[in-house]
C-alpha cells in the first residue's frame, strides 16, 4: 500500500516510475554516479571559435547535414550557430557511440568526433573540442563553451551533507573534466575521465548498488547497467525501458525530491512493522495468559490491519505534497 501510494504521488509529480520496487531500491545506496554532458551542464552549447577560422560554405553544410537529425548539445549548436547555410541531404550517417559521427557523401569520407588535441594545452582545457575530418585528414576544430546546470552545484552538497559518495563520469579530457568538478564541488578522486559509453558502463558495474543519473540520449548503457538508473532527458520509449525513473520536465533537484519520498515511504513501512510486530506480541502473550478470550481475539486481530493501513493512508498523505 505505501509502495502504490508512493508510486501515485510521484506521477502526480511528474516522474515516470518503472515499477514501485525502485522506491525499496533506493534505500539501499550510498553513491551517486552524475554523467556530466547534458546532465550536470547545460544542454546548450556556444560555438567559440573554429580553427580556421574560415571554414568553407560547404563544409558547413556538410556538417549539418551530418548533425540534422541529431539532438546532441553539439548538433543543436551548430544548427543554432550556423542556421544561415544550407542543409545538405546526407542519407545515411553513422554513430559512433561516445565519439562523434561519421558519414560517406559523394565520394569522400566525413568524420566529427571527439578531439585529439594536446590535453596539456591551457588554452583548450575549458572548451569541448571537436575533429571535423575529411578522409581521415583532420581539416578544421571546432569548440565549444558548455554551462553548469544552475542547481548543480546545491544537488550536490546536499548529497555530500547526506552521506552520500558522489562520483562524476566523463568523456572529456582530463583537465577540463577536473575543472568543471572543481566548480561543482566534487572531489577530484572520485573524477574519471576519458570514458566512453562501455567504460561508463564497466564503471557503473563496479560501483554497484549506485543511483546513476544520466540522460537519454547518449547514456543508455549505463542507465541499463546501474542499480538504481535516473534520466532526465531522451526520448521517452527507449529512455523508459533502460531508466528506472525519468524525469523528462524536472532539474537535478528532483533526484533528492525522488530520494526523499522513497526514505518516506521506507519509514512509514518501518514504523508499521514495529507496530505490527509489538501489537501482535502483546497480543500474542495476552491471549495465551488468558486475558484475552477469542471473541476479543476476533475484533483485535483485524483492528490492527485497520490500524496499519490508516496510518499508511494518512502519513503519506499528510507528507507527500
Known amino acids: 500500500l505505501a509502495h502504490n501510494i508512493g508510486l501515485r504521488k510521484a506521477i502526480q509529480k511528474g516522474f515516470f516510475i518503472k515499477s514501485e520496487v525502485v522506491f525499496e531500491k533506493l534505500t539501499?545506496?550510498?553513491?551517486?554516479i552524475f554523467d556530466k554532458?547534458?546532465?550536470l551542464t547545460s544542454t546548450q552549447l556556444r560555438l567559440v571559435k573554429t580553427f580556421p577560422a574560415d571554414i568553407s560554405d560547404e563544409h558547413k553544410s556538410i556538417i549539418l547535414g551530418m548533425e540534422k537529425s541529431s539532438m546532441h548539445p553539439i548538433a543543436l549548436s551548430l544548427k543554432k550557430s550556423w542556421m544561415a547555410y544550407d542543409i545538405k541531404n546526407i542519407p545515411q550517417v553513422h554513430e559512433i557511440t561516445g565519439e562523434g559521427i561519421e558519414a560517406h557523401y559523394e565520394g569522400q569520407h566525413y568524420q566529427m568526433m571527439k578531439s585529439k588535441l594536446d590535453q596539456n594545452d591551457h588554452v583548450y582545457q575549458n572548451t569541448i573540442?571537436?575533429?571535423f575530418s575529411v578522409d581521415d585528414k583532420r581539416t578544421a576544430y571546432l569548440f565549444f563553451e558548455e554551462e553548469l546546470q544552475p542547481e548543480a552545484k546545491s544537488v550536490i552538497k546536499e548529497f555530500y551533507n547526506r552521506k552520500f559518495d558522489v562520483m562524476m563520469l566523463s568523456g572529456d579530457k582530463r583537465p577540463r573534466a577536473i575543472e568543471v568538478a572543481k566548480q561543482l564541488g566534487i572531489r577530484p578522486t572520485f573524477v574519471f575521465s576519458e570514458q566512453s559509453a562501455e567504460s561508463k558502463k564497466m564503471m557503473i558495474q563496479q560501483q554497484n548498488p549506485c543511483l546513476f543519473v544520466g540522460d537519454g540520449l547518449n547514456d543508455l548503457l549505463g542507465l541499463h547497467e546501474a542499480h538504481v538508473s535516473y534520466a532526465i532527458k531522451g526520448a521517452f520509449e527507449s529512455t523508459l525501458q533502460v531508466s528506472d525513473v525519468y524525469a523528462p520536465q524536472k532539474d537535478l533537484n528532483s533526484i533528492l525530491e525522488i530520494v526523499d519520498l522513497s526514505q518516506?515511504?521506507?519509514?512509514?513501512?518501518?514504523v508499521n512493522l514495529l507496530f505490527a510486530v509489538?501489537?501482535?506480541s502483546v497480543g500474542g502473550i495476552m491471549a495465551l495468559s488468558g486475558l484475552i478470550n477469542p471473541l476479543m481475539a476476533a475484533v483485535l486481530m483485524p483492528a490492527s490491519s485497520f490500524l496499519i493501513t490508516a496510518h499508511t493512508i494518512f502519513r503519506l498523505n499528510r507528507r507527500i505534497k
Do not use: A, L, R
Request: hydrophobic share 25%; no cysteine.
Open 278 to 280: 509489538f501489537y501482535n
Open 264 to 270: 518516506e515511504i521506507h519509514k512509514t513501512t518501518q
Open 129 to 131: 573540442q571537436v575533429d
Open 37 to 39: 554532458t547534458g546532465t
Open 28 to 32: 539501499q545506496i550510498s553513491k551517486i
